[in-house]
């Protein structure tokens, strides 16, 4: 069974850094046999869910064009643990941040909500100018 944890959500003034984690178990991150794709989402109120960042067993990534270099996702094979590093953070960021994890994510969709069928509960991270 599937089970992303999230943590490392808060508080921060715009301009200021946070960075996200997602301990993931019931399948590894790394594993070339793993067919695991996983990512960032978020939600602000009252928008839809949209895709931030994903990262493929091999370490391929994929962004959002909005974010214009501003997050980074990576991973500790080790660990099991999925990373989303945040800088230069605007009010526009404040959400819910969630992890998600699903196999056989076509490559062309990895920031597709619908590709995945593994969530965690989420992190509140608040911007404030």
């Known amino acids: 069974q599937v089970q992303l944890v999230e943590s490392g959500g808060g508080s921060v003034q715009a301009g200021g850094s946070l960075r996200l984690s997602c301990a993931a178990s019931?399948?590894?991150?790394?594993?070339?046999?793993?067919?695991?794709?996983t990512a960032w989402f978020r939600q602000a109120p009252g928008k839809e869910r949209e895709g931030v960042a994903a990262i493929n067993r091999y370490g391929t990534t994929t962004y959002a064009d909005y974010l214009k270099g501003r997050f980074t996702i990576s991973k500790d094979n080790a660990k099991n643990i999925l990373y989303l590093q945040m800088n230069s953070l605007k009010p526009e960021d404040t959400a819910m941040y969630y992890c998600?994890?699903?196999?056989?994510?076509?490559?062309?969709?990895?920031?597709?909500?619908?590709?995945?069928?593994?969530w965690g509960q989420g992190t509140q991270v608040t911007v404030s100018s």
């Open positions: 019931g399948y590894t991150i790394s594993a070339v046999y793993s067919p695991y794709s």
């Open positions: 998600a994890a699903a196999p056989n994510v076509d490559g062309s969709r990895r920031l597709v909500k619908e590709q995945y069928n593994n």
